[in-house]
């Protein structure tokens, strides 16, 4: 399995870096500049080399490139049109399940969460083409379980590929 990495900054993202990398799989970490248009075209360059594109970083909202997120997954989605064995992961903010008048923080960031599900939902909804994931998550809490769940959803990837993922509560103790 190869495995293209947007950023391996943040805690949650070096944390499933060194699990990949556990399990066998090639790693590639782009360090895209989400702030800077070239450095968001040149991340497409990776797209012949890798089967998952792990969209992990977020467009941070006081810059000029609004949706830089966004445009790495469309970037992998026409470059991957019609490969149905090529996958993407947007990892996104739970703010995109909150209603626009409910939600207190940056409304662009909502903004691009919400577009994501409408990306989404089209791709998803083809025959042939790249399979999207869209995990909603708060990345600075639960490390081990979205860990554990990615590694998961990845090594069963040929068998089922899930359109969301939302992992918002701790699962606790099982017996």
């Known amino acids: 399995m190869k495995i293209l990495m947007i950023d391996d900054t943040t805690t949650l993202n070096m944390a499933l870096k060194d699990?990949?990398?556990?399990?066998?799989?090639?790693?590639?970490?782009?360090?895209?500049?989400?702030?800077?248009?070239?450095?968001?075209?040149?991340?497409g360059k990776y797209a012949d080399d890798v089967d998952?594109?792990?969209?992990?970083?977020y467009t941070p909202s006081?810059?000029?490139?609004?949706?830089?997120?966004?445009?790495?997954?469309?970037?992998?989605?026409?470059?991957?049109?019609l490969n149905s064995v090529k996958y993407i992961i947007n990892m996104i903010d739970m703010s995109a399940l909150i209603k626009a008048d409910d939600y207190k923080g940056d409304k662009q960031?909502?903004?691009?969460?919400?577009?994501?599900?409408?990306?989404?939902?089209?791709?998803?909804?083809?025959?042939?083409?790249?399979n999207v994931c869209n995990a909603y998550m708060d990345r600075d809490s639960m490390v081990e379980a979205h860990v554990k769940l990615f590694c998961h959803v990845i090594e069963n990837s040929i068998q089922?590929?899930?359109?969301?993922?939302?992992?918002?509560?701790?699962?606790g103790d099982v017996a």
């Open 52 to 57: 998952i594109c792990l969209n992990n970083m």
């Open 160 to 171: 089922v590929w899930p359109s969301q993922l939302v992992l918002n509560k701790p699962l």
């Open 62 to 81: 006081n810059t000029q490139e609004k949706h830089g997120q966004a445009r790495i997954s469309d970037i992998f989605l026409d470059k991957w049109d």
């Open 19 to 43: 699990a990949f990398i556990q399990k066998g799989w090639a790693v590639t970490v782009a360090n895209t500049d989400l702030n800077d248009s070239q450095s968001i075209l040149d991340t």
């Open 109 to 130: 960031v909502r903004l691009d969460n919400v577009m994501f599900n409408a990306m989404t939902t089209v791709f998803n909804a083809r025959a042939e083409g790249p």
